[in-house]
C-alpha cells in the first residue's frame, strides 16, 4: 500500500525540529493581501539562503565585523529579490559572515521552541491561506530535503536541499490498513507491524459512533457530524481508509523499530496527521528516539500534538512534522504514538487518532520490513481450560482480602500482570476470543449474531473436540439453542446455534459433567471452556433486592462484590480438574487459562475504569512442564498480552498439523501469543 512521504526540513542540529502546519483548503488571495498587512518591507531582500531577514542580518553583520563590501550589496540584493517568490527553493546562498552560525543558532531555537511552534503555526497557517502558491514553506519555518519547489520561510528559516534523496516510507503499515478494523469504534484490534500497550484500535472513516449497550440491544447511533472522522485528511492516499485511535479506554500506544543501519549522519523527517474527537481533549503524540548498537539512546525528535484548542473542538486532523539527522553511531530508530487519554467525561472514550504515519531518512537504499506474523513459541497442548470470569480488574483482585486462594495462585503459578480485554459490555469479550473480532457488536445479544466463521467450526473440521462447560445448566438438561447463549459464546455464532440437537448436547455441557468427563484423558475434549453461574462469576447476583443493593453499593465503594463467591468457586472448580486423571497423567500435556472478560467498568460509565487490564493466571500441568517447556510456578511476567493473544496461543497449543486452525482475522494472525509461558 502506497504511503505519501512528507519533505524534510534542513536543519543544523540531529535534534528533532518541529514545525506544525494546520491543513487550509479551498483559499486562495492575492499577494497583495499580505502586502497590506505591514509585512511590505519583506518583499524587498536579498537572495540570501531563501529567506528575506537572513539576507539583511548577514549583510549588517558583516557590516559590524569589517566587512563593508558585503553592505554595500544590500540595494543590489533587494532588486534582484523581487517579491514574495523569494522563500522558493534553488535560490542562491549567500557567504555567512562571522557571527552567522550564532544567528542561526537563534534563529532554529525559536522555530523549535514551545512557544516558537504555536506562533509559527499561527502565521504559517495564514500565509497558506492567502498566498498558497509561493514556494516558500511559510513566513518562519524550514525548507524540505529531496523536493523541489519548497524553500524555507519568509522571514527566516533554513531552505531545503533538493539534491538530497531519501528512503521510502520505512514504517509497516503506516496507514493501519492492514488491520481489521473495529466497526464499531469501542473495540481494541490488533494493529500489524506495530507493538501495542493497551487497547489501541483502529476505525473506518466514516464510522457511526454509539454507545457500549449492557442490554440484550444495542444503542441508536449518533448522527454523523457526532461520530468519527467521516472523511480522510487531505492528501492521503487512495484506499487509505482507515485511522488509528486510542480505543474505549485508557492511555493505549503503538511502536515499531526501524532498522538504519548505515544511515547515521543523515537528515530524516517523521510526519503524522494528529487529531482528535469534538471537545474531548485527548490527543496524539509521535516520538522518535534513535539507538546505538548496545542499546543506549542518542537522541529523540518529537512531532507536535494536535490539541482540542488546536482544533477549535471540531472532529478531524491536522499536519504535523519534523526533520533533523540521524545522530552518528545510531543503528536502529522506534517510532512511538501514544494516545494520551484525557477525556474527563463520561465513558471516558479515548478520542485521540493518528493517521498516515511517515518515517524517511536520508538513504534511498533502506526500505521498511517486511510484514510478518509474530513467531510463536507456544507449544503442543494435549488439553487446554479456560476458566472466564467476569468485571474485575488487575487492581480489584491483586491483593483483595476476598480472593485469597486466587492470589495464592498469582504467587505460586503464572501470571501475567500486562494482559487487556479489549472492550465493553460482556458479550463481545467472549465472541473476540472464539471469533477474531468483535464483529461491530457493543451490547449483549441473546440470540445468534455471528454468521463468519469461527474457532468451534475450525475445530470440527480439524477434528479437536470441544465442549463448554456450563455451571448455570442443571444436570440431565436437554439443551436448546437458548442454552447455548446463555453463559459461553458458542451460541452467539449461527454455525452452534443452528447446528442439530445432537450437536449442541454434545458440545453444552453441564458442569456437573465435569468431574466424571475428566475421568478418561482420551476421550475428555481438547478444549474446554468452563463457565461459573451468575451467583459465582464475580459479576452478580442481581436477581433480587438485596443482591441488587449490594451491586449498587459495590459500584459506589470497594468494588469487592461477589470475589469471595467466584474465589470459592475457582477452588473447587481447580481441584477438580487437578485431582483427575487426565491432569495428573505423565503424558498429558495440560493447562489451565484464568482471566475475566472485563474490568468493574462493564458500564462504560467510567467506575474504576482500569483500562481493561485484567488478570491473566495459567496452570501449567507437570507434563507440559516436563514434556511441554511450559514455565513452572512461580513465574510472573509483564509481556503484553490481549483477547487476541489469547485466541492465538489456544490456536497455537491445539493445532495438530500445519494448515489446520488457521488464523481468521488479522486480529489473531498478528496478535502477540503468549511466548512468556514458554522456555
Same mark, same amino acid.
Request: aromatic content about 10%; proline content about 7%.
Given at each position: ?88 527553493? %534553488? ?170 543501519? %548505515? ?417
Amino acid at each position: 500500500m502506497a504511503h505519501r512521504s512528507f519533505g524534510k526540513h534542513k536543519w543544523a542540529s540531529w535534534k528533532g525540529r518541529a514545525q506544525r502546519c494546520r491543513r487550509v483548503v479551498g483559499t486562495t488571495a492575492a499577494v497583495s493581501a499580505f502586502l497590506a498587512s505591514g509585512w511590505a518591507p519583506l518583499a524587498c531582500g536579498p537572495t540570501a539562503r531563501a529567506d528575506v531577514f537572513d539576507a539583511v542580518i548577514d549583510q549588517v553583520l558583516d557590516a559590524i565585523t569589517g566587512s563593508w563590501a558585503g553592505l554595500a550589496g544590500v540595494s543590489g540584493a533587494v532588486s534582484e529579490f523581487g517579491g514574495l517568490g523569494g522563500g522558493a527553493a %534553488g535560490v542562491g546562498s549567500m557567504a555567512a559572515g562571522p557571527l552567522n552560525g550564532w544567528v542561526q543558532g537563534l534563529e532554529q531555537d525559536w522555530i523549535n521552541s514551545g512557544l516558537g511552534q504555536q506562533v509559527d503555526t499561527v502565521l504559517n497557517s495564514w500565509f497558506t491561506l492567502v498566498d498558497p502558491t509561493s514556494g516558500a514553506c511559510g513566513l518562519i519555518c524550514n525548507g524540505t530535503d529531496g523536493v523541489d519547489g519548497v524553500g524555507g520561510g519568509l522571514i527566516f528559516g533554513d531552505a531545503g536541499n533538493s539534491a538530497q534523496p531519501m528512503s521510502q516510507n520505512l514504517l509497516v503499515d503506516p496507514g493501519f490498513e492492514m488491520a481489521d478494523p473495529s466497526a464499531s469504534g469501542y473495540s481494541g484490534v490488533t494493529i500489524p507491524g506495530w507493538t501495542e500497550t493497551g487497547t489501541p484500535t483502529v476505525i473506518a472513516y466514516g464510522t457511526l459512533r454509539g454507545y457500549p449497550s449492557p442490554l440484550s440491544f444495542p444503542f441508536p447511533k449518533l448522527p454523523a457530524f457526532l461520530g468519527f472522522p467521516q472523511h480522510a485528511p487531505a492528501g492521503t492516499p487512495a484506499g487509505d481508509d482507515v485511522f488509528a485511535g486510542g480505543g474505549p479506554v485508557a492511555t493505549s500506544s503503538i511502536s515499531q523499530t526501524v532498522d538504519l543501519t %548505515g544511515a547515521a549522519g543523515t537528515p530524516y523527517t517523521l510526519s503524522a496527521d494528529l487529531g482528535g474527537q469534538g471537545l474531548n481533549p485527548s490527543y496524539a503524540s509521535v516520538q522518535v528516539t534513535f539507538f546505538g548498537s548496545n542499546g543506549n539512546v542518542l537522541g529523540t525528535g518529537s512531532l507536535s500534538p494536535v490539541t482540542v484548542w488546536d482544533r477549535l473542538g471540531i472532529t478531524g486532523f491536522e499536519q504535523r512534522d519534523i526533520s533533523g539527522t540521524v545522530p552518528e553511531g545510531t543503528t536502529s530508530a522506534q517510532v512511538t504514538t501514544i494516545f494520551h487519554d484525557e477525556n474527563p467525561f463520561l465513558g471516558n472514550y479515548n478520542g485521540a487518532y493518528a493517521a498516515n504515519e511517515s518515517f524517511t531518512v536520508g538513504d534511498p537504499n533502506l526500505t521498511a520490513a517486511t510484514l510478518t506474523p509474530p513467531v510463536s513459541d507456544v507449544g503442543h497442548l494435549d488439553h487446554v481450560f479456560l476458566i472466564y470470569l467476569e468485571n474485575k480488574g488487575v487492581g480489584d483482585i491483586v491483593g483483595s482480602p476476598n480472593a485469597p486462594y486466587i492470589n495464592n495462585l498469582i504467587k505460586t503459578e503464572d501470571f501475567d500482570s500486562n494482559y487487556f480485554a479489549l472492550g465493553h459490555p460482556s458479550d463481545p469479550n467472549y465472541i473476540r476470543v472464539m471469533g477474531g473480532s468483535g464483529f461491530g457488536i457493543d451490547y449483549n445479544p441473546d440470540t445468534d449474531v455471528v454468521t463468519a466463521p469461527s474457532l468451534m467450526q475450525e475445530m470440527d473440521q480439524a477434528g479437536i473436540s470441544w465442549a463448554g462447560y456450563e455451571q448455570g445448566i442443571a444436570p440431565g438438561t436437554v439443551i436448546t439453542p437458548q442454552d447455548s447463549v446463555e453463559a459461553t459464546p458458542f451460541g452467539l455464532f449461527t454455525y452452534v446455534y443452528d447446528n442439530t440437537p445432537a450437536y449442541l448436547q454434545e458440545h453444552i455441557v453441564p458442569q456437573a459433567d465435569l468431574s466424571s468427563a475428566l475421568q478418561n484423558p482420551s476421550t475428555f475434549p481438547s478444549f474446554a471452556w468452563v463457565e461459573p453461574d451468575e451467583a459465582n462469576n464475580m459479576e452478580g447476583p442481581v436477581n433480587t433486592f438485596g443482591s441488587a443493593l449490594q451491586w449498587l453499593i459495590s459500584q459506589l465503594t470497594t468494588h469487592q462484590y461477589n470475589i469471595a463467591a467466584g474465589d470459592q468457586y475457582l477452588q473447587q472448580t481447580i481441584s477438580t480438574i487437578e485431582n483427575s486423571p487426565t491432569w495428573t497423567d505423565p503424558n498429558e500435556k495440560d493447562a489451565i487459562f484464568i482471566t475475566w472478560d472485563e474490568d468493574f467498568n462493564n458500564l462504560s460509565l467510567g467506575i474504576d475504569n482500569q483500562g481493561n487490564n485484567v488478570p491473566l493466571i495459567v496452570i501449567p500441568n507437570q507434563g507440559a512442564v516436563t514434556a511441554g517447556d511450559m514455565q513452572a510456578g512461580p513465574f510472573t511476567t509483564d509481556a503484553y498480552y490481549n483477547q487476541y493473544s489469547l485466541m492465538a496461543t489456544i490456536e497455537d497449543a491445539l493445532r495438530t498439523t500445519p494448515g489446520t486452525l488457521a488464523p481468521l482475522t488479522a486480529n489473531d494472525m498478528y496478535a502477540p501469543p503468549m511466548n512468556a509461558f514458554w522456555k
